[in-house]
């Protein structure tokens, strides 16, 4: 019999349009600070029904920036999620903020809501909750505790909120991450959106080393960074929100297939469905073993058959960095820890076919011995 390829975790779309793109640019001449880049921007803003996007080079980049637009500063502190990508956490410390963490809400994943206010003291100045895995934070309630919100959106395009605002779209500043596994890709890069024309500016001047967009070539009124996306990734991402909705579709349609293929599998918990009106915008499919279960072994297992999976994710405060930084330790964040410990991600992307997400589904019941 022969070997059947190994089913990859993640795989980015993309094509003929993407190259065309590519070398369109290449031709120009003009590799950045062309037009590409308002162009994505003003694209990817309309398409969120927000006012202004700002590219920058990174999620993470993003996010920096972004705090510091919301006047995150030495000393403060920034309430948010323990189960996320590192990213969100370490960003507030780029300012010598610190990363204040409350629990998460067990069925949706998200920061509570409640755990979060409980967080608040007098030196917090920023909510930074997470979209986790697509699912929309309550927003609602966090702009019902008064204070400024940054949204960490890296896991979120196409996420709607129960009032039918997209993800992103509420004004706040939010941010989205377009490394390849995300729902688009530029390679690398990200966006911050914002109903706000000042961020929009200090924004736009701090990802360019703190020029302002009307000054000359060597003047310079505050501190920046090179953040900056490149002409080459804007026109990747303007050619991939071209086929964003496919896009979105594609993996809508996974996670439908899967949900049916694992369905009755016992104590194997499946990603919430959308309830109250909040529809997911699918990033990731995560699965949460049954209690009991050793994990590493068995991702262990499904690898040896040819399926690729991780545990995801694991909890921030626990990670060495955070331990010894903070003293964070074990049963801290009782919720987040008993998800981190029991979460895997499947492979998971549009071009998944029938037969994978079969073979997908039949080597964990398997593995499962269910
Ligand atoms: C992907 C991601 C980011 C940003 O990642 P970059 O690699 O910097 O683009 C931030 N937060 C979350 C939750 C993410 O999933």
Not at 8 to 20: F, I, N, Y
Not at 132 to 153: H, K, N, R, S, T
Not at 178 to 184: D, R, V
Not at 214 to 220: C, E, P, T, V, Y
Request: hydrophobic share 45%.
């Amino acid at each position: 019999m022969p070997e059947q390829e190994e089913v990859p975790l993640a795989r980015p779309v993309l094509g003929e349009p993407e190259e065309a793109a590519v070398i369109e640019v290449l031709r120009s001449g003009q590799l950045s600070l062309g037009p590409r880049v308002p162009a994505f921007e003003q694209a990817f803003a309309a398409r969120l029904g927000v006012p202004h996007a700002c590219a920058v080079s990174s999620g993470t980049a993003g996010l920096h920036l972004a705090l510091r637009a919301a006047g995150v500063r030495d000393g403060d502190e920034v309430v948010t999620s323990p189960f996320s990508f590192p990213a969100s956490a370490n960003a507030p410390l780029f300012e010598r903020a610190r990363p204040v963490f409350a629990d998460i809400d067990p069925h949706t994943l998200n920061l509570d809501p409640a755990a979060a206010a409980a967080a608040i003291t007098d030196r917090t100045t920023a909510l930074l909750p997470i979209h986790i895995f697509g699912y929309p934070a309550d927003l609602p309630a966090f702009e019902a505790l008064g204070l400024p919100i940054v949204e960490d959106a890296c896991e979120a395009l196409g996420a709607v909120h129960a009032d039918r605002t997209p993800v992103g779209g509420r004004g706040h500043p939010a941010v989205f991450g377009f490394y390849a596994n995300k729902q688009l890709t530029t390679g690398e890069g990200g966006m911050v959106t914002t109903a706000d024309a000042a961020i929009k500016a200090q924004i736009d001047s701090e990802r360019n080393q703190g020029r302002a967009a009307d000054m000359g070539w060597l003047d310079f009124d505050r501190l920046g960074f090179n953040y900056r996306l490149s002409d080459i990734a804007c026109a990747i991402g303007l050619a991939q929100l071209d086929r964003l909705d496919a896009m979105l579709a594609g993996r809508a349609r996974v996670a439908a297939r899967y949900r049916e293929a694992l369905a009755g599998i016992e104590g194997l918990e499946l990603p919430c469905e959308d309830s109250g009106g909040n529809v997911r915008g699918w990033f990731v499919f995560v699965v949460q073993l049954p209690r009991g279960t050793d994990r590493d072994a068995t991702i262990g297992a499904l690898r040896e058959r040819g399926v690729q999976s991780k545990p995801y994710l694991p909890a921030i405060h626990l990670m060495t960095f955070y331990r010894e930084s903070f003293g964070h330790r074990e049963g801290d964040f009782p919720v987040c820890e008993d998800v981190a410990a029991r979460s895997v991600a499947l492979p998971f992307f549009p071009e998944l076919t029938e037969g994978q997400i079969e073979r997908v589904a039949t080597t964990l019941r398997h593995v499962l011995g269910r």
